[in-house]
């Protein structure tokens, strides 16, 4: 049971976009379209973001999308706000009952 | 939807502890449940799952043979009972809610810190 990859750091400006990846294999992210995507603030809880690959839950703002191609999913955040500034985890559904999660990606709004 | 885990604490390494998680504001037996963990300054680790009805249960590498997840649908709780725990079991656990393949809701979670 292997991490899925994902960017240490990642930045943009204010206003601007940042793309984070998320990097799986053909029995994870490239088998199934159960791609999660979590924001978390320090000594918080996970908040969920994206789910399904690209389905936003209630109250999430559109800034927020996601995709997936092959073994790579990706959450783009447009129109960075300084609330945007937190650390973002990939999670994927890998058969079995079973989950993998993402290394996370520190995302820094400029 | 409310989960609040309790449970953790300073355990010895080859300890065993309790960790809980009450639900509130669900029907809880109707949902399969989730333990997710989180080292200090790392990413997150999916620990264990469980059906809805403590049927089936599943486990990571990690933790198989160690840890047993279990729940009680009549107290709306769910729990996980952690044997021969190691310092690299330490980090904060946390409990979700499983909907149709995602982790929809989490609790705030519960820090569990293995060390002599």
């Known amino acids: 049971q292997s991490a899925l990859t994902q960017p240490p750091s990642a930045s943009g400006s204010l206003g601007q976009s940042v793309t984070i990846s998320c990097t799986g294999t053909?029995?994870?992210?490239?088998?199934?379209?159960?791609v999660s995507w979590y924001q978390q603030y320090p000594g918080k809880a996970p908040k969920l973001m994206i789910y399904?690959?690209?389905k936003r839950p209630s109250g999430v703002p559109d800034r927020f999308s996601g995709s997936k191609s092959g073994n790579t999913a990706s959450l783009t955040v447009s129109g960075l706000q300084a609330e945007d500034e937190a650390d973002y985890h990939c999670?994927?559904?890998?058969?079995?009952?079973?989950?993998?999660f993402g290394t996370g990606t520190k995302v820094t709004v400029l | 939807v409310q989960l609040v885990e309790s449970g953790g604490g300073l355990v010895q390494p080859g300890g065993s502890l309790r960790l809980s998680c009450a639900a509130s504001?669900?029907?809880?037996?109707?949902?399969?449940m989730t333990w997710i963990r989180q080292a200090p300054g790392k990413g997150l680790e999916w620990v264990s799952h469980?059906?809805?009805?403590?049927?089936?249960?599943d486990y990571s590498d990690s933790v198989k043979g160690r840890f047993t997840i279990s729940r009680d649908n009549a107290k709306n709780s769910l729990y996980l009972q952690m044997n021969s725990l190691r310092a690299d079991d330490t980090a904060v656990y946390y409990c979700a809610r499983d909907y149709d393949f995602v982790c929809d809701y989490w609790g705030q979670g519960t820090l569990v810190t293995v060390s002599s």
């Open positions: 399904e690959v690209s």
């Open positions: 504001g669900l029907t809880f037996s109707d949902y399969p």
């Open positions: 053909r029995s994870d992210v490239g088998n199934y379209n159960y």
């Open positions: 999670s994927s559904y890998a058969g079995g009952n079973t989950y993998f």
């Open positions: 469980i059906s809805n009805t403590g049927g089936h249960t």
